[in-house]
């Protein structure tokens, strides 16, 4: 016994050193990693290749081991525009590349990069592009270059946007699942779906009005580069006139067909370097990198908070994905409070979300207001609760593709009734009070529970009226008017008074330091996170319970479901059970 019990103390020995070494060098790798330079050699070109940047902020966390034991980004696309900015003074470097770049990138977000690299054009350095094929998005980003490459083979797809809904109307019929929205606005139609097989006349116009709207900005800024009339581009886009490299170069819209060695050698005679000699190459993650441009005047005393919301609102503290009343409430009382910072940008990027979350973002918003001013930056969309967030700053900015407005609520309930009686399961009732039970999925909606859940909806969509009509010096009805959950683009929201100027984030930065009344500033980003590795750990599917995974894959109400079905097959034999379940809820 002796002799196992000290078998098994040297394999749990060495079992934990291995784990500590393995911590170990991980960690030294992440110290030593975080401090690698690439050398940057004179006559550099930058390799602008977008393909791992997709947000405006890579975000921050307290504890270092959520950035070292995740797929953390290091770099958001805040800071290659710095980066990109920065280059234009930096005598090392010559020129940038755009070389088969597939970005997933929105399209406010490549107006952005357009608009950098215009500045960059400006200082008198090149721009070129290369791609053996190109989307139209990357079209739409690759058109600002002084010259367009696409290899012989490749093709172009310059046709026009669309949007293409489905709809599930026949399908819950089918299915017995069903859905039951409840809702104010005729344009909310993001439940319009459940509702119906073919999309509303309201909702193909709002879809229509953004789609030309958004179209127009592509056309105009492509007008502008390659010197094509945007009735032209249209007669392109209708005709397909631009699919094969031949037919993209006779309109115009590329300037030479050839493969990639010969984009280099271009390149290389660009910077007169030997033909048989390699040129000396950049990519923007490390030039970022290296500048560690994050700020306009690191040396300056006053700084501008840029605080990041992005992507949907929800509850608690929020990540780099998500927005949480957590990291956006603290890191607005964090600069309210920072003698050291003048005002304030809020950069949104979100389709909206918790109706409630947002209502406590905008009270913070109003409380900080008092304090300091608050600049918001739309990005590729503001939307809902992103408008909510966004409609009482002291100024508000969008790029002109921006997608905003949608001032709607709405809630879906799903409901199994159908589903559950046809597979023989019926559900009953008991109550203590004719309003004590909650929605249950498994029984008809009831007409007194309906009509509490609109009340409460049609409060909130009061409520959020109010708060834009106060935010904007607009009454009630101006804002009813364009609410009922419309969508526009950031030109048609500048037209009716939902944002006050067309512009970007430097935009945005520029305007909060002119109302904060200084000149010479630095930019300081929030939010940081407050979560550990525990936390990250709990998100993967290994560190669930088998019962908290199933529950997370197919909803709580399916899974409830699922346990009473097995709970009744394991019922062998004579049972001295209760004979209901009560749940207090």
């Known amino acids: ?18 784990m500590i070494a393995f911590f170990g060098i991980v960690f030294i790798a992440a110290l030593l990693g975080g401090s690698d330079k690439v050398t940057l050699k004179s006559d550099s070109v930058i390799e602008l290749d977008l393909k791992k940047i997709s947000d405006d902020y890579a975000g921050k966390y307290e504890d270092p081991w959520v950035t070292i034991f995740s797929e ?30 597939e970005s997933s990138l929105g399209m406010a977000q490549a107006k952005e ?41 490749g093709d172009m797809d310059f046709k026009g946007l669309s949007s293409e809904l489905m709809f599930f109307k026949d399908l819950q019929e089918k299915s017995g699942i069903h859905m039951e929205v409840i809702r104010h606005g005729k344009y909310k139609s993001a439940v319009e779906p459940f509702l119906q ?14 789609l030309n709207s958004v179209w127009d900005v592509i056309v105009t800024d492509i007008s502008t580069s390659r010197k094509v009339s945007t009735t032209r581009l249209n007669e392109i886009a209708n005709g397909l006139l631009a699919r094969t490299p031949e037919m993209a170069k006779a309109e115009k819209l590329v300037d030479i067909i050839a493969y990639e060695d010969v984009y280099h050698n271009d390149i290389k005679k660009a910077l007169k370097v030997k033909a048989d000699e390699d040129y000396n190459k950049i990519s923007i993650e490390d030039y970022t990198h290296n500048i560690l441009t994050t700020s306009l005047e690191k040396d300056a005393e006053d700084q501008i908070a840029i605080i990041y919301a992005q992507g949907e ?7 780099v ?197 200084t000149k010479n500033y630095s930019t300081q980003n929030f939010p940081e996170y407050k979560k550990n590795l525990n936390d990250l750990l709990s998100g993967l599917p290994f560190a669930k319970s088998k019962e908290a995974f199933i529950k997370e894959e197919i909803g709580a109400e399916n899974y409830m479901l699922l346990e009473q079905i097995k709970k009744s097959q394991q019922m062998k034999g004579v049972q001295a059970l209760m004979p209901f379940e009560i749940i207090i809820q």
């Open 1 to 18: 016994m002796k002799f196992l019990g000290n078998v098994l103390a040297t394999i749990i020995g060495i079992f934990v050193f291995l």
């Open 113 to 153: 990069v357009r608009t950098a690299l215009n500045e960059f054009k400006k200082s008198g350095k090149f721009v070129m592009a290369y791609a053996n094929t190109y989307s139209q998005k990357e079209y739409y980003l690759n058109s600002v270059a002084d010259k367009i490459y696409i290899n012989p083979v």
């Open 197 to 210: 097989n073919e999309m509303s006349d309201a909702n193909r116009e709002q879809t229509t009005a953004l």
């Open 321 to 517: 994905n998500t927005i949480g009343e957590g990291s956006m409430r603290r890191s607005l009382q964090e600069a309210a409070k920072d003698k050291k910072i003048k005002a304030i940008v809020l950069r949104i990027n979100s389709p909206g979300g918790s109706a409630l979350t947002s209502d406590l973002i905008w009270r913070e918003i109003e409380v900080t207001k008092k304090v300091k001013p608050v600049v918001v930056s739309m990005g590729n969309y503001a939307a809902s609760g992103g408008y909510y967030i966004a409609c009482n700053a002291n100024k508000i900015f969008a790029e002109k593709n921006t997608i905003t407005g949608s001032i709607g609520v709405f809630g879906v309930l799903p409901n199994f009734t159908a589903l559950a009686t046809r597979v023989g399961v019926h559900t009953q009732q008991v109550k203590t009070h004719e309003n004590s039970a909650n929605y249950s999925p498994f029984v008809p909606l009831d007409e007194k529970f309906a009509a509490v859940t609109l009340e409460s909806v049609e409060h909130i969509y009061k409520t959020f009226v109010i708060r834009v009509a106060e935010g904007r010096k607009m009454n009630f009805d101006q804002v009813d008017a364009i609410a009922q959950g419309r969508v526009w683009s950031g030109s048609e929201a500048l037209k009716i008074g939902l944002v006050d100027q067309i512009g970007g984030l430097n935009d945005a930065i520029a305007e909060a330091a002119k109302l904060g009344k």
């Open 72 to 101: 953390q980004k290091t770099i958001g696309l805040t800071d290659v525009i710095n980066a990109i900015k920065a280059a234009e003074k930096d005598e090392k470097i010559k020129g940038i590349s755009i070389l088969n770049d």
């Open 313 to 319: 609102i929800g509850s608690g503290e929020g990540d």
